[in-house]
């Protein structure tokens, strides 16, 4: 018996790990990009969760009635603890003479996506799943491990703060 993923349109069995990481991969990635802000970490944080996921996929597709979303959360929770490891500043004994240079993000400048950017991990990835994914509230809870309420809450939270970073953009503010 396999299990119905509604996102992608197919069942998946027990052995079926390459159909779904084919099918699911493209719409991992952009969510990934959305979540960490650069296609690299994207890249790093779907690969971490699917080598996760690969390994206990028999016990996934068993126990929960939608690897997607199974998928989406694991990597929410995943960037939120790698977030949390690597936000601690690192002291050195002496500064580098020459500055690393970063590579631009095309989306640097874009107003829209520095206010994304802006708001906490959890409404951050409320948003991106409503309106990028296009989920529902309930598929959006199920996805994050949290109440509809709750998903409700941080999406209100998190347009109200983005309508006000824009109306501050276009005023000439920011």
């Known amino acids: ?41 994207a890249a790093d944080l779907v690969q971490t969760v699917l ?10 597709v ?14 929410a929770n995943t960037h939120i603890s790698r977030w949390r490891r690597t936000r601690r500043e690192n002291l050195v004994a002496e500064l580098p003479d020459i500055p690393a240079a970063a590579a631009r993000d095309r989306f640097d400048n874009e107003p829209l996506w520095q206010a994304l950017r802006a708001l906490p991990k959890r409404q951050r990835a409320v948003i991106v799943l409503r ?16 109440s509809t309420g709750t998903v409700k809450s941080q999406a209100s939270k998190a347009m109200a703060s983005l309508r006000t970073r824009m109306r501050a953009t276009e005023e000439g503010r920011c």
């Open 62 to 75: 068993r126990n929960t009635g939608d690897p997607l979303a199974y998928a989406r959360r694991a990597m």
């Open 131 to 146: 309106y990028y994914e296009g989920l529902s509230e309930a598929e959006i809870a199920a996805a994050l491990g949290v």
């Open 51 to 60: 080598e996760k996921l690969g390994s206990r996929w028999a016990r996934v």
């Open 1 to 41: 018996m396999g299990t119905l993923n509604p996102a992608v349109g197919e069942s998946y069995g027990v052995d079926d790990f390459g159909e779904f990481v084919q099918a699911a991969l493209p719409g991992l990635l952009r969510y990934g990009h959305a979540l960490t802000g650069n296609p690299h970490d």
